[in-house]
């Protein structure tokens, strides 16, 4: 749209310029034929075309001016559209990472590697397996209601979580759903105390350096700029990826706030 009114723009500049020479020497025509010599029409009349062919070159310079702008522009809104899919498209597949990890837990404790030297046993008779199952069950039962934005319940359901299995392979993950869910609420004080307390009860849990960057997130909001730069300097030295990067970012994020 804006590339049709320019050119618009330019095309009534270009017949505006043209009338004026039209008239000009049609005036002249009229007017000056009988006290000029013939000498003097063709000198003006020159001077005339002279002028109109100048007009000419100089519109047809700033459409050509125009145009290249509006191609740089298209190519720039082009450019952004496409990392902008890129952004979506990665966020969809870190969301469904995470679903996919979550439900798809084993028996092994938060955070370790899934390496072992130990000979794989088969426990599915075993009172722990079976335990581990039903913990296995309540957990995802706490987290679908996460996803379904009931997230009064959610809080509900993880605290009866982590009051039965308080130290079991899914509590730092219940720590962190339930810190994030009271960060979704505005509140701030409950979410740094999940996420303080999987720090200090699960230091080995994968979701360490997760809890780390959001509390780091909670002090920012909070001004509390030393606190914010400890943890996020802590997982920026510690931690590469994903995760390291959204560390110096906030620690960028401190910087600009002159702290």
Do not use: C
Not at 149 to 163: E, P, Q, R
Not at 231 to 248: F, H, K, M, S
């Amino acid at each position: 749209m804006q590339s049709k009114s320019l050119f618009k723009s330019v095309t009534f500049v270009t017949v505006f310029f043209a009338s004026i020479v039209g008239l000009s020497i049609a005036s002249f025509s009229a007017s000056a034929e009988s006290e000029l010599s013939l000498e003097q029409r063709i000198q003006h009349l020159e001077e005339l075309n002279q002028t109109r062919n100048k007009v000419q070159a100089d519109t047809s310079y700033q459409l050509s001016e125009l145009q290249r702008e509006v191609r740089l522009l298209t190519g720039q809104v082009e450019n952004n559209s496409f990392k902008l899919k890129q952004i979506q498209d990665r966020q969809r597949d870190l969301y469904r990472d995470i679903e996919s990890r979550l439900s798809g837990l084993s028996s092994q404790p938060a955070g370790s590697s899934g390496k072992t030297s130990k000979p794989v046993v088969n426990k599915s008779t075993t009172p722990a397996a079976k335990n581990n199952g039903e913990t296995r069950k309540k957990f995802e039962a706490a987290f679908a209601l996460v996803r379904n934005k009931d997230y009064k319940a959610a809080i509900s359901a993880f605290t009866a979580f982590l009051s039965q299995y308080p130290t079991s392979s899914y509590s730092a993950n219940a720590h962190f759903w339930m810190g994030q869910v009271y960060l979704v609420q505005g509140n701030l004080k409950d979410a740094e105390q999940q996420f303080t307390l999987l720090v200090s009860t699960f230091p080995d849990s994968s979701k360490v350096a997760a809890a780390k960057l959001k509390l780091g997130d909670i002090f920012v909001k909070q001004k509390k700029w030393a606190d914010a730069k400890r943890y996020y300097t802590d997982v920026a030295n510690n931690v590469t990826g994903a995760q390291g990067q959204l560390a110096r970012k906030g620690l960028d994020k401190v910087k600009k706030a002159e702290h």
